[in-house]
């Protein structure tokens, strides 16, 4: 029997005559199961959860109250910092609150050009959660190892054109950055040919798995109307059947010039929740397949957009998109100066927690480990 | 699709015909309009939205502090009848979206009377859940009370901590750093956040 000390939160289970058979566990902060520095205070009966409660802000830097110190465009490296798996979705995020606040039209190649890297990152951010979650459930290492050595690939492109392997800081208000360098759209295309090979390999050994079945069928599910309540979005509810993806629901950029499908799942477990990433890869390699034959010729930034002292009218906007980890907003206010009056990120990671107690109550604390990982957090994101 | 505020406030005060329920034009080009909600019918009128209208997903809650009520309605401009607050208030905006419907935001707004005692809000959580951690980051945050919350505590920072940091007269301490003989512009600064270190 652990006794708690008395700064933790005494959950009402803990009173009555059986509190003396309960084992409290701080699962946390550092733990390569909780994917970062994050926390969780479980009480225990025997290895049943009986109750949940998160901890967070140990990665606390308070990103929001920083960026209304400074102009709007550099809080844009600092976007990257967010969920540092996939930067050049948050750039996107934030440069289109911008763009939607002060009325910043986008050239078409630079449309075309932030779909593909939206894409890619998604890859990423997919491809890395298949290693992490065989992780959680005990295959540490082989199954990170082949899922980092595509990222890698698509890491070498990224590097190539903005200068960095993951803090891209690519996104302008208005475009992006640079144009493309001489034969990347080609080395982007081999990229795509190569990728769905790699994920029927990837499929074929985890679609079956004993273990992988064992581990994850009928583990960690919700009805759907739980999870619309609790603001969870992404693949997460798309696994339990919920057809709302932000791509097609409120289309953002020129997601519909694209045809692709949204992938579906049934039950919602976490079976389905790695389920439901492979196929969005695969709708993800659609898109960029499309956007690289289809990627047009022209200007790559706003050429009238102003860099220095740029104040966008008085107002407020919110745009949001859809990350690879679900519904990423950015809410700003401008009064009209230099620096944003309010920057509000509406992290997907953070939100997608809103439930994690509801979904682990009752079962073992081995399956903890495993819904964490479905749920897939990434803790900058989630800190800010 | 952007949701039509106008047309909503007509729904609102047809169900509801004795809400508070305000219109506010956004000047800039993203035009989001927003309805404030006096804080007596927030639960009501965010209730009748999920159930009549669909809105059921309660995406974003952000908090904004507010020292100059000028600046805010500048921003957010009041259209018709309601006065402006005169004095700094705290403010909650909350984006709604229908995943059924597909449309949204519908962007609510609801403000506390005062900075410091009234800065009590309804809180949202008995209607939607994504509220409980985003209500407890604008308690921790902004210091706004959110009269109803399950479990109101500090979120991002540690119990012990004292005051509001996103507040915009918040004063950055200088402890934060292990300053082994702390001397001139520091010490200066840290009485200016501690007064109580002049008696010292």
């Known amino acids: ?59 606390h830097r308070n990103h929001e109250k920083i960026a209304e110190g400074v102009t709007y465009l550099s809080s844009m490296p600092y976007t990257d910092r967010l969920d540092y798996i996939c930067p050049l979705s948050n750039n996107w995020a934030y440069a289109s609150a911008v763009e939607k606040l002060a009325g910043i039209e986008v050239p078409e190649r630079a449309e075309y050009m932030r779909v593909i890297l939206a894409e890619l ?85 985890l679609v079956g798995n004993e273990i992988l079945l064992a581990r994850c069928q009928d583990v960690g599910q919700l009805p759907k109307e739980t999870l619309i309540n609790g603001g969870i979005t992404g693949p997460m509810l798309r696994a339990a059947g919920v057809n709302y993806d932000i791509r097609k629901a409120d289309p953002y950029g020129i997601y519909e010039r694209f045809s692709f499908r949204i992938p579906l799942g049934d039950k919602g477990d976490c079976y389905d929740r790695i389920m439901i990433r492979f196929l969005e890869m695969r709708e993800s390699l659609k898109i960029l397949r499309q956007a690289l034959d289809q990627l047009p010729d022209g200007d790559y930034v706003n050429p009238k957009i102003k860099i220095r002292n740029f104040k966008p009218p008085v107002g407020e906007a919110y745009a949001r998109i859809e990350g690879p980890k679900g519904e990423l907003g950015f809410h700003l206010i401008s009064d009209g100066t230099v620096n944003p009056y309010r920057y509000r990120v509406r992290p997907p990671s953070f939100i997608n927690l809103t439930l994690l107690e509801d979904m682990c109550l009752g079962l073992d604390l081995a399956d903890v480990v495993i819904i964490l990982g479905s749920i897939d957090i990434v803790l900058g994101e989630v800190d800010r | 699709m952007i949701a039509e505020t106008e047309a909503i406030l ?48 309660l995406s974003n809650i952000t908090g904004v502090d507010w020292p100059d009520a000028k600046k805010a309605d500048a921003i957010a401009i009041h259209e018709g009848e309601g006065m402006p607050s ?85 004063v950055a301490p200088d402890d934060y750093e292990y300053e082994p003989t702390p001397h001139d512009a520091v010490l200066e600064k840290a009485r200016k956040h501690y007064p109580s270190l002049k008696d010292e």
């Open chain 1, 1 to 59: 029997m652990v006794s708690a000390p008395s700064t933790y939160s005494s959950a009402p289970i803990l009173e009555g005559s059986d509190a003396d058979q309960l084992l409290r566990v701080s699962l946390g902060p550092q733990h390569p199961s909780t994917h970062g520095v994050f926390r969780m205070n479980v009480v225990l009966d025997g290895e049943t959860v009986v109750s949940l409660k998160p901890v967070f802000g140990y990665l």
């Open chain 1, 121 to 205: 990152t998604r890859l990423i951010n997919h491809t890395a959660f298949m290693g992490f979650i065989l992780g959680d459930m005990g295959a540490w290492g082989s199954a990170l190892m082949y899922a980092f050595r595509e990222r890698e690939l698509i890491l070498d492109l990224f590097e190539d054109l903005t200068g960095a392997r993951m803090m891209a800081n690519f996104m302008r208000f208005g475009g992006c950055r640079n144009d493309l360098p001489a034969g990347w759209a080609e080395k982007c295309s081999v990229l795509v040919d190569d990728y769905g090979p790699f994920l029927d390999e990837m499929e074929k050994f």
């Open chain 2, 10 to 57: 007509g729904e609102i005060r047809t169900a509801l015909p004795d809400a508070t329920v305000t219109l506010l034009k956004n000047p800039g080009p993203a035009a989001q309009h927003s309805l404030l909600i006096g804080n007596d019918d927030l639960l009501r009128v965010a209730g009748f939205l999920r159930e009549a209208l669909a809105f059921d997903l």
């Open chain 2, 86 to 170: 005169e004095i700094g208030y705290l403010e909650t905006v909350y984006h709604l979206f229908s995943t059924t419907r597909r449309i949204g935001p519908l962007i609510l707004r609801a403000r506390t009377t005062d900075r410091d005692q009234q800065v009590q809000i309804p809180s949202l959580v008995s209607l939607f859940r994504s509220a409980e951690f985003q209500e407890r980051e604008i308690f921790d945050l902004y210091g706004i009370q959110f009269t109803g919350h399950p479990d109101l505590r500090r979120i991002l920072m540690w119990d012990e901590f004292v005051d509001h940091p996103m507040r915009k007269d918040y």
